[in-house]
T-cell receptor, first 116, second 110 residues
């Protein structure tokens, strides 16, 4: 079946512009995660959904970042008034169930955001 | 100090060599330990998953966890050019929030 898909794959934004990044998780996956990966760094956790409930948003760097998953499937990460330091790859991952020990997170290819 | 420390490399080895990749961590609450492989411009893919201390082998890959030393390793035997990628160690406790290392860039030279 299809894996996690993300769109757009690349986004160039002018500083101050709002952007919206989309994630389509694997069908039936309950958990969905967003990570930010700066150049040469490992991914850093942003936020976590279980179905439509956002259970952890402790990694969101500022109130300019907002994520939603209204129907428990597709998720959107929105960044308002983008800044140059927001330039990074934004990764989405999904896993099958909400709670578990050996839970594999499947990652999408990421959206590469460049803020000029 | 970061919770997870990983040498970023790059690490360059000849084809057929044994590769050793390592991470240290500071949070003793971590229970689940993972290694991901990430090719350029791709998302990470899970290679190995271990719980608590011990060894786990899967084909050419062996993962080791030493919780007493807060040290994890990934060994790749008979390395191939297709193994050239960035290897990320990762760990978690509780539900599923994962903390990643910086990643080590590996190049296997034919």
């Amino acid at each position: 079946g299809a894996g996690v898909s993300q769109s757009p794959r690349y986004k160039v934004a002018k500083r101050g512009q709002d952007v919206a990044l989309r994630c389509d998780p694997i069908s039936g996956h309950v958990s969905l995660f967003w990570y930010q990966q700066a150049l040469g760094q490992g991914p850093e956790f942003l936020t976590y959904f279980q179905n439509e409930a956002q259970l952890d948003k402790s990694g969101l760097p500022s109130d300019r970042f907002f994520a939603e998953r209204p129907e428990g499937s597709v998720s959107t990460l929105k960044i308002q008034r983008t800044q140059q330091e927001d330039s990074a790859v934004y990764l989405c991952a999904s896993s099958l169930v909400g709670q578990g020990n050996e839970e594999t997170q499947y990652f999408g290819p990421g959206t590469r955001l460049l803020v000029l | 100090q970061k919770e997870v420390e990983q040498d970023p490399g790059p690490l360059s080895v000849p084809e057929g060599a044994i590769v050793s990749l390592n991470c240290t961590y500071s949070n003793s609450a971590f229970q689940y330990f993972m290694w991901y492989r990430q090719y350029s411009r791709k998302g990470p893919e899970l290679l190995m998953y271990t719980y608590s201390s011990g060894n786990k082998e899967d084909g050419r890959f062996t993962a080791q966890v030493d919780k007493s030393s807060k040290y994890i390793s990934l060994f790749i035997r008979d390395s191939q050019p297709s193994d050239s990628a960035t290897y990320l160690c990762a760990m978690r406790w509780g539900y599923q929030k994962v903390t990643f290392g910086t990643g080590t860039k590996l190049q296997v030279i034919p």
